[in-house]
């Protein structure tokens, strides 16, 4: 009886200590509860497009706010992935830099986010931005949407047009010649028996 208690009560006890090693996985995982990032989701978009002159790098400032001391946080970028799979952004193309290293509990602290869309190809990229830190992770969840600009391809639309308009007005002004040459091969005159010229001969 006595070893059926000491087994039960050594089952519960590793039971314990698997339950609280889990869980302080999970929670060093997520960063949740001691690290707090303003908005919890960043979207960048370019509304009127990515097109030669036109600001492609976006910048944002987020704000950090946390439970407990928290040192040595260091921002780390990933590629953020296309929905279909087949552009990456790199994630040397995002910069996150912090005004320092170390937050408080009485502290507010800015991280400003950088993106450099001039090179990426159009589409809406995911991933995420992760804030390691002493005893932690928290990650960032990041959605990138970018379209070209219109411009280009309309552009070369009425370039397009502009040529085929004038393509055609030029055939219209020399119709008239080859319409002219049509009427004097069909006209009456042309069809005239030819009147010979005969010289007069010795003989004569």
């Known amino acids: 009886m006595r070893h059926r208690i000491i087994a039960l009560v050594a089952s519960a006890l590793l039971f314990a200590m698997l339950t609280a090693g889990v869980y302080a996985q999970e ?55 296309r929905a279909d799979g087949l552009a990456v952004l790199q994630a040397r193309t995002i910069a996150a830099v912090l005004a320092s290293d170390e937050l408080t509990p009485n502290r507010v602290m800015t991280m400003t986010v950088t993106v450099d869309l001039r090179a990426a190809p159009a589409g809406e990229y995911d991933g995420e931005l992760l804030l390691m830190y002493e005893g932690g992770v928290k990650s960032l969840p990041m959605t990138v949407r970018l379209r070209h600009w219109w411009g280009l391809p309309f552009g070369l639309l009425v370039i397009m047009l502009g040529l085929g308009f004038w393509f055609g007005h030029y055939r219209d002004r020399s119709a008239p010649v080859t319409i ?21 001969s010795i003989d004569d």
């Open 27 to 81: 929670t060093d995982a997520t960063g949740s509860g001691s690290l707090l990032v303003e908005p919890s989701r960043l979207t960048i978009g370019i509304a009127t497009g990515c097109y030669p002159g036109a600001s492609c790098v976006q910048t944002h400032q987020l704000t950090l706010r946390s439970t407990e001391t928290i040192t040595d946080i260091t921002p780390v970028s990933t590629d953020l992935r």
């Open 180 to 200: 002219c040459s049509s009427r004097w091969a069909t006209s009456p005159i042309r069809s005239l028996p030819t009147i010979a010229w005969f010289r007069p």
